[in-house]
Nanobody, 123 residues
Framework: QVQLVESGGGLVQAGGSLRLSCVHS????????RGWFRQAPGKEREFVAV????????TYADSVKGRFTISRDNVKNAVYLQMMSLKPEDTAVYSC????????????????WGQGTQVTVYS
């Protein structure tokens, strides 16, 4: 059974930083894409970042580019999201996911999802 568990969310002042972690179990191939998505209250879930099996392949949403960094450790079955210069508009539930293929920014291309971790940024 595949499980993804996120951690690292919390309450932070604007301009601050957080590092989210997501550890998965259940024998997922490391070649499938790992993504981070977020959903703010009253809004649709949106793409944040994706990383291929190699740390050299990454894509970011325009809204987080230059502030967030996605990385992964295939030995630890983990993916991370380092978030810097946080803004109130970054407030959302952040979820990690495992793709159906090697690389995608589309929510529909992701098969397994974590339960999410709340990030709240106050001004």
């Amino acid at each position: 059974q595949v499980q993804l568990v996120e951690s690292g969310g919390g309450l932070v002042q604007a301009g601050g930083s957080l590092r989210l972690s997501c550890v998965h179990s259940g024998g997922i191939s490391s070649r499938y894409a790992r993504g981070w998505f977020r959903q703010a209250p009253g809004k649709e879930r949106e793409f944040v970042a994706v990383i291929g099996w190699s740390n050299s392949s990454t894509t970011y949403a325009d809204s987080v580019k230059g502030r967030f960094t996605i990385s992964r450790d295939n030995v630890k079955n983990a993916v991370y999201l380092q978030m810097m210069s946080l803004k109130p508009e970054d407030t959302a539930v952040y979820s990690c996911a495992v793709g159906r293929n090697y690389y995608s920014t589309l929510i529909t291309d992701y098969k397994y999802w974590g339960q999410g971790t709340q990030v709240t940024v106050y001004s």
